[in-house]
């Protein structure tokens, strides 16, 4: 295992449409977390996981939003109806609940609504 | 609501020519600062956690130093693959919250 996996690295969709992403952790890793960064800002929460269940959800997350972790492993966030405000690079990072609680970044999802 | 603030915004370099980027930050028992370097369309990738005043880690060019109301990220004679973003990060809870970053580019 070599480190946080994003799917797709790039998205382009149209206005409207419904889209998923996919983040599979650091195997040992029992939380999950999405960020969203747009261009020249920081990351922003948006939401994380211990294990399956989700235990915080940013005021930045519309019911637009969905994030899963079915089986406590990989976590999909899904955005319907995409609005143009959410282009963006989505981070999914995963930590350990004990220890140091450094969280690892994968590479990230670059969504453009057009 | 914890707040993080990094200075410059951006900072050009020659190679060689060592600086300082600042990470301020206002927060309710720190339980950690967080730095990391995040390459243009890439991931953050982690690089120090600092728990207490007065600590301080390195590796290779990079040094962090942590007080109690900003941390120092001190690049000591810079190389052009240095060039980067460096955000800095608290936690909050159970969260990171970042501050903006600093582009750094080291030209040679």
């Known amino acids: 295992d070599t480190g946080v996996s994003q799917d797709p690295r790039h998205k382009i969709t149209k206005r409207g449409q419904n889209v998923t992403f996919r983040c599979d952790p650091i195997?040992?890793?029992?939380?999950l977390y999405w960020y969203r960064q747009t261009l020249g800002q920081g990351p922003e929460f948006l939401t994380y996981?211990?294990?399956?269940?989700?235990?915080?959800k940013s005021r930045l997350l519309s019911d637009r939003f969905s994030a899963e972790r079915p089986k406590g492993s990989f976590s999909t966030l899904e955005i319907q109806r995409t609005e143009q405000g959410d282009s963006a690079m989505y981070l999914c990072?995963?930590?350990?609940?004990?220890?140091?609680?450094?969280?690892?970044f994968g590479q990230g999802t670059r969504l453009t609504v057009v | 609501e914890d707040q993080v603030t990094q200075s410059p915004e951006a900072l050009r370099l020659q190679e060689g020519e060592s600086s300082s980027l600042n990470c301020s930050y206002t927060?309710?028992?720190?339980?950690?600062l967080f730095w990391y370097r995040q390459d243009p369309g890439k991931g953050p990738e982690f690089l120090f956690t600092?728990?207490?005043a007065g600590e301080e880690k390195e590796k290779e060019r990079l040094k962090a130093t942590l007080t109690k109301k900003e941390s120092f990220l001190h690049i000591t004679a810079p190389k052009p693959e240095d060039s980067a973003t460096y955000l800095c990060?608290?936690?909050?809870?159970?969260?990171?919250?970042f501050g903006g970053g600093t582009r750094v580019l080291v030209k040679p």
């Open positions: 195997s040992e890793h029992n939380r």
């Open positions: 600092l728990y207490s």
């Open positions: 996981f211990q294990n399956e269940a989700q235990l915080e």
């Open positions: 990060a608290v936690r909050e809870g159970n969260k990171l919250t």
């Open positions: 927060v309710s028992g720190l339980r950690g």
């Open positions: 990072a995963s930590s350990l609940v004990e220890g140091g609680r450094e969280a690892f």
